[in-house]
């Protein structure tokens, strides 16, 4: 069946880093654009970022610009959160989502969670002052 398996998650101090890892099985990972969302204590479910089909495009929302940094592995089915600089209101439960592209531009992306079908378990992410 159709599983996303997200790794990596931690506890970290203040200016660390962690990089999260996604797993995909169970589709053509080519044909997805990838995204990450979080979801803090209290707070709705929330973008982090998002990468094409090829990998050659990424978007960021302006808490992640120029800290996070997504990519992609199309031969082992894997995206990647690299997540540096982190700061305490970046914990939460960290998901990344899959959104069948087939159709699509190889370059097209999404910020949009309504458009991801496929939704990993999360991963928990803790940032310590």
């Known amino acids: 069946q159709v599983q996303l398996v997200e790794s990596g998650g931690g506890l970290v101090q203040a200016g660390g880093s962690l990089r999260l890892s996604c797993a995909a099985s169970?589709?053509?990972?080519?044909?997805?654009?990838m995204g990450w969302f979080r979801q803090g204590p209290g707070k709705d479910r929330e973008f982090v970022a998002t990468?094409?089909?090829?990998?050659?495009?990424?978007y960021y929302p302006g808490s992640a610009k120029g800290r996070f940094t997504i990519s992609r592995n199309n031969a082992k089915n894997t995206v990647y959160l690299q997540m540096n600089n982190l700061k305490p209101e970046d914990t939460a439960v960290y998901y990344c989502?899959?959104?069948?592209?087939?159709?699509?531009?190889?370059?097209?992306?999404?910020?949009?969670?309504?458009?991801?079908?496929?939704w990993g378990q999360g991963t928990q992410v803790t940032v310590s002052s």
């Open positions: 169970g589709l053509t990972f080519s044909s997805y654009v």
């Open positions: 990468i094409s089909r090829s990998g050659g495009k990424t």
């Open positions: 989502a899959a959104k069948n592209a087939a159709w699509s531009g190889r370059e097209d992306y999404s910020a949009e969670q309504s458009e991801y079908k496929v």
